[in-house]
Structure formats: structure tokens, C-alpha cells
């Protein structure tokens, strides 16, 4: 019952009309060859009980048209359905998952630079009835449309927002392509983008570019680095001048760790003090 009302709401008056005063639009002729059929499955029912017995699998749907018209009822299945001989016909949906590649497009992003852009989209036949009445091929015409959105879509991103929000740029995708499919009967489940590729001199570029901001940074730091190690010396150099026993035992540890380490040569610094002494004036 819902899916009869969800396409009464979106069909043309044509196709709606079908279901409100139906029985006055079909005429003399189609009653007329609604009983032909029927008196011909009649005659032939232990031969006819095989053609007109059709059946459809758990994921499938069947809409039949009889003398060219939507069947009352709407999609049928799954299992065993029936059909009249000469004046039925059926077409069977698909109602699974559907995935496939959207090929890569050249796109120009909107601070004027050329990439790449390949996605993966994912839909499945929501409502088999306008999927058969709305349009003529509803996979087809999704992939297309998929193109289209992921080229309108990226072309008003800059390429840093195409690299760094593609969540974000997915569900933006998946909305728009969702809205634009509601009448077909087609929901769309889920984009991904899944390669943004570059030029190979914008690679260069960016490669350059990021080394250049590493280095910049290691610079900085190492500076900071200096900085704190000076202040630190010089802190210390103000605790040890207080007492001269602490420079004293502060050579003889260097001692104690310089022959731990199993050296053949000691080297033992002297103060500069003590040199200048030494000096001729």
C-alpha cells in the first residue's frame, strides 16, 4: 500500500489516473480482451497453467502491464505470480546493491587547478514500480548523473578542501544524488571518492613546497633547542661559581664517566685562568 501511494505521488496524472476511475478509461476492449484471455486459459489450462505461472527471486520484483497499462497491486513478488496469456508482460527489477566506478574525470577546481577525480557509488532500486514507469534505463541513468554531480560538486572546492575533506565532500555527493534520484525509485546509499590525482608538476611543487616548510620548522627548533641549552649552562655556570669545590667535584665526576668507558687516553681539561698565568705578558 505504500508503495502504491509513494507513486501516485510522484507519477504524471496520466499514470496516477490509472488507479482513480480506471475502469471507465479502459473501455469496452479492454474488458473484451481481459475475457478472450481468459476464456483461452480456460481452454488451454493444462498447458497454459505453465506460461502463466511465473516466478521471481527474494531479491526481485516483478511489474506487469497488462494491454499496456500498470497492473493494480504493484510490484509483484517475491515467489509465484500469475500472468494472462497474450495481453500480460513483465519486467523484473533488481533490488540489490549496485556498485560501480565512476571513470575519472578532469576537473577544474576552483582555484583553477586540473586533478583527477575517480569514485565509487553505491544505489539499489528502492521502489521497482517508478524505476520501470519514470524512466526508460534507471542504472543507466544513474551512472550518468553520478558523473555529472561529482564534476558540479568538486568544481566549486579548492584543491586543498578536495584532499583534505572528502567525508564531507562524500555526503554532499550522496545527498544531491539522492534528491535527483528520489523519482526514479533509486536510493542512493553511499559515494566515496576514491582517487584525487595530480599533475605531476603540482606534485613536484607541493613536494618542494612541503620540504621547504619541514626544514623551516627543524631550523626553529633547533634554535629553540640552542636557546634552552645556553640558559641552561649559563644557570649552571652561576651555581657552580659560588663554590669552587662544586667545579672540583664536578671535574672528578667527568673523570669517574670518561674512564668507565674503558678509554686509553684521559684528556684533562685545565681552567683558562690557569693558563693565562702561564703566558708571557
Known amino acids: 500500500m505504500a508503495t502504491n501511494m509513494a507513486m501516485k505521488d510522484v507519477e504524471q496524472p496520466s499514470t496516477s489516473g490509472h488507479h482513480q476511475g480506471s475502469d471507465h478509461e479502459r473501455g469496452f476492449f479492454y474488458f473484451f480482451l481481459t475475457g478472450v484471455s481468459i476464456l483461452i486459459f480456460i481452454i488451454t489450462f493444462p498447458i497454459a497453467i505453465f506460461m502463466c505461472l511465473k516466478i521471481v527471486q527474494e531479491y526481485e520484483r516483478a511489474v506487469i502491464f497488462r494491454l499496456g497499462r500498470l497492473l493494480k497491486g504493484g510490484a509483484k513478488g517475491p515467489g ?62 544513474t551512472r550518468l548523473l553520478a558523473q555529472t554531480t561529482l564534476r558540479n560538486t568538486l568544481g566549486t572546492k579548492n584543491l586543498t578542501e578536495i584532499l583534505s575533506q572528502r567525508d564531507e565532500i562524500s555526503q554532499t555527493m550522496q545527498s544531491s544524488l539522492d534528491e535527483a534520484t528520489d523519482p526514479w525509485g533509486v536510493k ?19 613536494a618542494a613546497e612541503a ?3 619541514r626544514e ?47 678509554n686509553s687516553t684521559i684528556i684533562f681539561p685545565l681552567p683558562i685562568d690557569f693558563l693565562s698565568k702561564l703566558l708571557p705578558k
Do not use: H
Request: proline fraction near 4%; aromatic fraction near 6%; include cysteine.
Open 80 to 141: 509465484l505470480f500469475f500472468i494472462l496469456p497474450c495481453i500480460d508482460s513483465y519486467q523484473k527489477v533488481d533490488l540489490r546493491v549496485v556498485s560501480f566506478d565512476v571513470p575519472p574525470q578532469e576537473i577544474l577546481t576552483k582555484d583553477s587547478v586540473t586533478v583527477a577525480v575517480d569514485a565509487v557509488v553505491y544505489f539499489r532500486i528502492a521502489n521497482a514500480t517508478m524505476s520501470i514507469t519514470n524512466v526508460e534505463n534507471a542504472n543507466a541513468s
Open 188 to 206: 542512493v546509499e553511499r559515494i566515496e571518492v576514491k582517487d584525487v590525482r595530480l599533475p605531476q608538476q603540482l606534485q613536484r611543487a607541493m
Open 216 to 262: 623551516a620548522r627543524a631550523k626553529i627548533i633547533a634554535a629553540e633547542g640552542e636557546m634552552n641549552a645556553s640558559r641552561s649552562l649559563k644557570e649552571a655556570s652561576d651555581i657552580i661559581s659560588e663554590s669552587p669545590q662544586a667545579l672540583q667535584l664536578r671535574y672528578l665526576q667527568t673523570l669517574t664517566t670518561i674512564s668507565a668507558e674503558k
Open 211 to 213: 620540504e621547504a616548510t
